[in-house]
DNA sequence: CCATAGGGGTAGGGTTCC
DNA sequence: TGGAACCCTACCCCTATG
C-alpha cells in the first residue's frame, strides 16, 4: 500500500560496485561498514545491496539482443557440478579489472562487537580504563558501566559476577587481592 | 569448502517434529541420540535441530496473535509413528529432489502455506521432459505444467517469468533464442 | 568440555510496484 | 511483459551462559 520503492541512484549504485571491487560479493554488511562507502549507502541496508547487485548481475548477465518480439528458448544446461573455476561473477562492467576478487577479505568472520551486549570487552575495557594501582573491584567496574550510559540493570550485575568467576577461572582474569 | 548449503527434507523434518513431541523443545540432543529419531538425522546436529525448530516456529506461529504458539503443526501422535522401514540410507548423500512438487493447492495465494512452491525443480522437471532439441519456449513450459494439474494462474506465469531470467543469468539455464 | 539459547549474516525463492 | 525493489524464509556460524 504505501510502499514506495525507493530507486537506486548512480552514486550509491558506484559505491556498491566499487565496494564489492574492494570487499568481494557477499560482504555486504562490510561494504555497509566502510566509512568509504557508507555515506552512499546510507538508506540502504546489507539486504538491499544483496538484492541490487543480483538485479544488477541479472540485466548484465542476459544477452542484451534487442529482440524482443522474439519468443527465447530455453536448454537446460548440464548441470553444474564442477564448481572448478566457474566465479559466476558476472560483475556489470567492471573496468579496473587489475586486482582479482580473491583476497575480499581474508576473514570471513569479523564479527566485531557492536549491538549486542559484549559483556567481556565491556569488563576488559573497563579495567583498562580503570587500570589504577592494584585492580578494581566490581562495584567500580559497576560504575564505570554507568558512566558508558550502557545499560546496567539488576541482571546485569549478576551476569557480571558470574562472568568475572568465570574469567578469572579461565585464567583471562588475575585476582589480586 | 564444506560450505554447501543442505536443505531440510520432508523426513528430516518430521523426524524433527515427532522427536520435540516426544523429548520436548529443548531436547536436541536427546532427540538426536534416540533410535527412532537418529537415522533420519544423521547429518544434523543438535544446533541445526535447534535452527530448525526455530525456524518452523517463526513460519507458523504468531499469526497476528501475541501466543508464542509452541509446536509447529503438532498433528498429536498418540504413538510412534515408527516409519523407521525407510532408513535406504544413512549416509550423508545428496538427494535429488526432481520427482515431488508442490501438492494441488487450490488456493490461490499461498502466503501463509509453509511449503512454498519449488519452481525450480518444476522447470527443470519440465525441461527434461520436453527434452527438445532446441529446447523449450515459456508456453510449452506452461503447457507441461497445466497437464500436470498444476496451478497455472496469473500469479504463476509471472513468477515462472522472473525465475527463468534469473536461472539464466545464474548460467544454470541457456537462452538459445 | 558439553549443551542450549539467541544474535547476526548471507543466499535464494517469491512477490509487488512501475 | 519485463525489470527493479522488496520481503520472507532457510541455513549456518558465533558468542554467551550453565
Redesign the pocket.
Known amino acids: ?1 504505501g ?6 541512484t548512480q552514486d550509491e ?1 558506484d559505491a556498491l560496485i566499487a565496494g564489492v571491487e574492494k570487499h568481494g ?8 561498514k566502510d566509512p568509504q562507502f557508507a555515506p552512499f549507502l546510507t538508506s ?13 548481475s ?2 548484465n548477465g ?1 544477452q542484451g539482443s534487442k529482440e ?1 518480439s522474439r ?2 528458448k530455453l536448454k537446460a544446461l548440464p548441470a553444474p557440478p564442477a564448481p572448478t573455476a566457474t566465479p559466476q561473477n558476472a560483475a556489470p562492467a567492471l573496468q579496473n579489472a587489475a586486482s582479482d576478487v580473491t583476497p575480499p577479505d581474508a576473514s ?2 569479523d ?1 566485531d ?9 565491556m569488563i576488559f575495557e573497563a579495567l583498562s580504563a580503570l587500570k589504577d594501582s592494584n585492580g578494581s573491584d566490581m562495584n567500580a567496574i559497576i560504575k564505570f558501566m554507568e558512566q558508558k550510559n550502557l545499560q546496567v540493570n539488576q541482571n546485569f550485575r ?3 559476577s ?2 568475572l568467576r ?1 574469567l578469572v577461572s579461565q585464567g583471562k582474569l588475575e585476582k589480586v587481592i
Open positions: 500500500m510502499n514506495q520503492k525507493q530507486k537506486w549504485e560479493p557477499g560482504k555486504w554488511k562490510n561494504i555497509l540502504r541496508s546489507n539486504i538491499d545491496l544483496k538484492d541490487k547487485w543480483r538485479n544488477l541479472v540485466s542476459a524482443k519468443v527465447p570471513q568472520n564479527q562487537a557492536k549491538n549486542p551486549p559484549r559483556y567481556n570487552a549478576r551476569a557480571l558470574t562472568k568465570r
